[in-house]
Nanobody, 115 residues
Framework: QVQLVESGGGLVQAGGSLRLSCAAS????????MAWYRQPPGKQRDLVAA???????TYTDSVKDRFTISRDNAKNTVYLQMNSLKVEDTAVYYC?????????WGQGTQVTVSS
């Protein structure tokens, strides 16, 4: 059974940085897509950034030039480096992976940016 363990969330002041990590385990198959989504209070869950097994990346416009997604295929781990954080980045951040076309989600980690 695939398990995703997230870490790195917390409280930070606006302008600060955080790095999220998500380690996947429990599958012998390669992970196709790894991504981060976020869900602000009272809003829907939306894509923040994604990275393919080949290293191709995509970002939502609001985080371009501030966030960087990367992955370590040997460790089945995806990272999200978040710089120049803004109050509006406050949300629960969820790790997502796709294995053999099946989606898997992490439990979520809270990121709170104070003004």
């Amino acid at each position: 059974q695939v398990q995703l363990v997230e870490s790195g969330g917390g409280l930070v002041q606006a302008g600060g940085s955080l790095r999220l990590s998500c380690a996947a385990s429990g599958s012998s198959f390669s992970i196709e897509t790894m991504a981060w989504y976020r869900q602000p209070p009272g809003k829907q869950r939306d894509l923040v950034a994604a990275i393919t097994s080949g290293g191709g990346t995509t970002y939502t416009d609001s985080v371009k030039d501030r966030f960087t997604i990367s992955r370590d295929n040997a460790k089945n781990t995806v990272y999200l480096q978040m710089n120049s954080l803004k109050v509006e980045d406050t949300a629960v951040y969820y790790c997502y992976v796709k294995i053999l076309m099946f989606p898997y989600w992490g439990q979520g980690t809270q990121v709170t940016v104070s003004s």
